[in-house]
């Protein structure tokens, strides 16, 4: 098999029903609800131990916030590594009946957030 074929496989999307059925799980990182009820992740700004230190040195947090919006929160909270894609889309749908494009946001968040090595399927 030429390269450029093994490329194209591995990056196949999947289809429909096989993303529904991904069971979504909060990687390592920390996050809160806010008085809003509102989630926030803290992304460290440096993995090395010498970012660290220096974010230390110069009295900068080393960490950067990621601040969900309603949906995203909704979605944050029930990605438990329990629930599948189709079981988080459900709840969205009764939470938020008016939401237009409810399913698109969705996806495109949840593959926003594993590029970002925030999830894991």
């Not at 059925?21 to 989630?39: H, T």
């Not at 660290?52 to 009295?59: A, E, G, H, N, T």
């Not at 919006?69 to 189709?86: E, F, L, P, Q, T």
Request: charged share 35%; net charge positive.
């Amino acid at each position: 098999m030429s390269i450029a074929k093994d490329k194209a496989k591995r990056a196949r999307l999947p289809t429909t029903e096989q993303f529904l059925s991904f069971i979504p799980s909060k990687g390592e990182l920390e996050w809160k609800v806010n008085d809003e009820d509102l989630v926030e992740i803290f992304v460290p700004k440096f993995r090395s131990n010498f970012g660290k230190s220096f974010c230390k040195l110069i009295r900068k947090d080393e960490n950067l916030v990621a601040k969900m919006d309603k949906i995203g929160s909704a979605v944050w909270k029930n990605c438990n590594g329990k629930r599948s894609v189709k079981d988080i889309f459900n709840i969205l749908k009764k939470k938020f009946p008016k939401e237009d494009n409810l399913d698109q946001r969705l996806f495109l968040f949840l593959s926003q957030m594993r590029s970002l090595g925030y999830i894991r399927y």
